[in-house]
């Protein structure tokens, strides 16, 4: 079963679509920073119980297809939260969110048993905070709504 959204096409193109600069295949947050987007435009969002998302790890696609953002030093993983708490977040509690972030990214209970692996995942969030404020000094770009399967 797959996730969808439905929105009015003119509408979401008149808000910007969805920001670019979320960079997929992980595209961590996209969703939170345009749903955010359309109410403030004064859209409304409805919750369908029946709708539901699986982010599944398959060889070919799904939002865990890249490998574990447990063992890696790519920023993929992370840059999404960084850039979205850059977009949407305000003054002292920005700071703190993007400051807490790394150390709760290795405060787990894989790293734990492979403490070997902070390091490495260190450098990634690092990385992914470099890339973040990079993407947040360029404008908001509009994505294709058609990309993302929404008509």
């Known amino acids: 079963m797959a996730g969808n959204l439905s929105v009015i096409r003119d509408k979401a193109l008149g808000i910007g679509g969805f920001d670019e600069n979320f960079i997929p295949p992980v595209s961590y947050r996209f969703e939170t920073e345009f749903a955010k987007r359309i109410i403030a435009a004064g859209g409304r969002i409805r919750f369908e119980p029946a709708a539901s998302i699986r982010h599944l790890r398959a060889a070919h696609g799904g939002t865990r297809s890249l490998g574990s953002h447990l063992a890696s030093a790519s920023p993929l ?75």
């Open 77 to 151: 993983h992370g840059v999404g939260d960084y850039y979205y708490a850059l977009r949407c977040g305000k003054g002292l509690e920005r700071v703190c969110y993007m400051l807490r972030r790394p150390f709760r990214e290795v405060c787990t209970k894989f790293h734990l048993r492979h403490p070997w692996w902070i390091p490495l995942k260190f450098i990634g969030e690092l990385r992914a905070l470099v890339l973040a404020l990079r993407l947040h000094r360029k404008r908001l770009r509009p994505r294709s709504l058609i990309q993302f399967g929404v008509h």
